[in-house]
C-alpha cells in the first residue's frame, strides 16, 4: 500500500454545533460555522460556512439555512454530509481526477449514543472517508491544552461548546466520570433573545443575540474592566417601529444566571462521582475550561469563587479540542482510546 500513499490525505476534524474546524499537515485550513444554504428547489447545496452564516435569518422562501448539528449530534443527516463534503472540499479547492481516500478521526461529545455515534462515521464515510477514527471530545480538549491525558493523575476539562457542556474527569487515557449535560452556547443566546423580549420589548435574531454574548456577554455582574455598552438596533414588538437599546453586562449577567448556574451544578455533580486520589490531583491542579463558552467573561473567576477549585482557560479555547484532535491523528496506533 506505500504506493498509494500520496492518495491518502489525513485530516481532523472538530464537528461542533456552531464551527467546524479541519486540521490538515498540522495547519488550521478550515474554520468555519457549520452552517449550510440549500436551495429547496434541486436540494443543491448553495453556501457554506461563514458565506451562510451571513444568509442566515434573510432567506427567501427558496433558500433555508441549516445547522446540520444540534446539541452536539447531527441532526439533519443530508446536510451534515454536504456540510463535511464541501468543507474537505475547501482544503485543495483544484479538482482532481480522483479525490484522495480520507483518514480521519473527528471528535464526538462523550454523551453519544451508539445510535449519535454511528451517525457521524456515516456521514464522514460518505464524504468519502477511508479510515474513520473517533475521539471523545474532552479527551480531545485536554490533549489540546497539553495534558498528558495517559499519566496515572487526573485531570479535570470543562468544554463548553455551542450544543453541549462535555465535563469529563481523565486518567491513563480514558474518562473517569463524565457529565455531558445540553445546556451550552447556544442556550444562552436563546437566553438573550428571550429576555430581549421580555425586559425590552425588541424582538432580536439569533445572530444578533450571539454578537450580544461575545461583546457584553458576562457570568458576573461585577467585572473589573468592563466592556462599554452594546447598541442593538430592531423593531418594537408592540408597535413594529424602530428602537435602539444600549445592553450593559450587568443585564446579560442577570440572563444569563440560570443557565450558568446550571453548568456549575453539573461540575459540581462530575466532582461528586470522581474517585478520591483522582479529587485530590484535581484540586491542586485546577479545572481547566475549554471551547467557546470559556471566553464568557469572568466565568474562571465565578467558578473558581462557587467550588474553591482553581479554575484555568486553556489557550485558544475555541481551538483546544481540534489541536488534540490533530495530535491524535499523528499517534493514532499510540492512542489506545480512539474509537474505530
Known amino acids: 500500500m506505500g504506493l498509494f500513499s500520496f492518495l491518502t490525505q489525513e485530516i481532523a476534524i472538530d464537528l461542533g454545533t456552531a464551527n467546524t474546524i479541519i486540521i490538515h499537515n498540522d495547519k488550521i485550513v478550515v474554520d468555519e460555522p457549520s452552517i449550510v444554504a440549500i436551495d429547496m428547489k434541486t436540494e443543491k447545496m448553495v453556501a457554506i460556512g461563514e458565506k451562510a452564516r451571513q444568509m442566515q435569518g434573510k432567506t427567501h422562501a427558496n433558500l433555508k439555512t441549516i445547522r446540520p448539528l444540534r446539541d452536539g449530534v447531527i441532526a439533519d443527516f443530508n446536510a451534515a454530509e454536504q456540510m463535511i463534503r464541501g468543507m474537505i472540499k475547501m482544503i485543495n479547492p483544484k479538482s482532481r481526477m480522483f479525490s484522495p481516500a480520507l483518514k480521519m478521526v473527528i471528535c464526538i461529545p462523550s454523551g453519544s ?63 473517569v466520570t463524565n457529565k455531558s449535560i445540553r445546556i451550552a452556547g447556544d442556550d444562552l443566546t436563546a437566553d438573550i433573545m428571550e429576555y430581549m423580549r421580555h425586559q425590552h420589548n425588541i424582538k432580536i435574531g439569533e445572530r444578533t443575540a450571539e454578537e450580544i454574548k461575545i461583546h457584553v456577554g458576562s457570568a458576573l455582574s461585577q467585572l473589573k474592566e468592563p466592556p462599554p455598552d452594546y447598541v442593538v438596533q430592531g423593531p418594537n414588538q408592540m408597535t413594529a417601529l424602530p428602537i435602539e437599546v444600549p445592553v450593559s453586562y450587568q443585564e446579560i449577567a442577570h440572563c444569563l444566571e440560570k443557565s450558568i448556574s446550571k453548568i456549575e451544578t453539573a461540575v459540581l455533580s462530575a466532582l461528586e462521582q470522581t474517585p478520591p486520589e483522582l479529587y485530590a490531583d484535581i484540586v491542586v491542579k485546577g479545572i481547566w475550561l475549554a471551547g467557546g463558552g470559556a471566553l464568557l467573561k469572568g466565568l474562571d473567576k465565578r467558578l473558581t469563587d462557587k467550588i474553591g477549585i482553581p479554575f484555568h482557560i486553556a489557550e485558544d479555547p475555541l481551538r483546544a479540542v481540534v489541536r488534540g484532535t490533530g495530535i491524535a491523528l499523528k499517534n493514532v496506533e499510540g492512542f489506545s482510546f480512539l474509537i474505530r
Open 113 to 175: 449514543t451508539e445510535v449519535e455515534i454511528r451517525a457521524v462515521r456515516d456521514s464522514s464515510e460518505h464524504a468519502g472517508g477511508r479510515e474513520v477514527y473517533m475521539v471523545y471530545e474532552p479527551l480531545a480538549a485536554a490533549i489540546g491544552i497539553g495534558l498528558d491525558v495517559e499519566a496515572p493523575e487526573g485531570n479535570m476539562v470543562v468544554d463548553i461548546g455551542g450544543g453541549t457542556t462535555e465535563i469529563a474527569v481523565i486518567s491513563l487515557g480514558g474518562i
